[in-house]
């Protein structure tokens, strides 16, 4: 049976992810489920917006001995003239 142009295509499968748990709360339904696994992550925002709060959820959330956590943080001023 030929297809008809209104019939849809198959969309193709797309592979699952492994997720990680955020530890916070009701972000994971926001990001669909968890961070991916093995991906990088940068978390951005102004002064007191809860940044270092929330990697450390995730970084405790996730970090076993066999996986540790790796935490960088660096600190950027604004140059005056």
Excluded: C
């Amino acid at each position: 049976m030929a297809e008809t142009h209104s019939q849809k295509q198959a969309t193709p499968k797309r592979p699952s992810l492994k997720l990680l748990d955020t530890g916070v709360p009701g972000l994971n339904d926001v990001l669909g489920g968890g961070l991916p696994a093995l991906s990088f992550n940068v978390i951005a925002g102004g002064p007191g917006s809860g940044k270092t709060t929330l990697t450390m959820h995730l970084l405790f959330a996730n970090a076993t001995a066999a996986r540790p956590g790796l935490f960088i943080t660096l600190l950027g001023e604004a140059r005056h003239r």
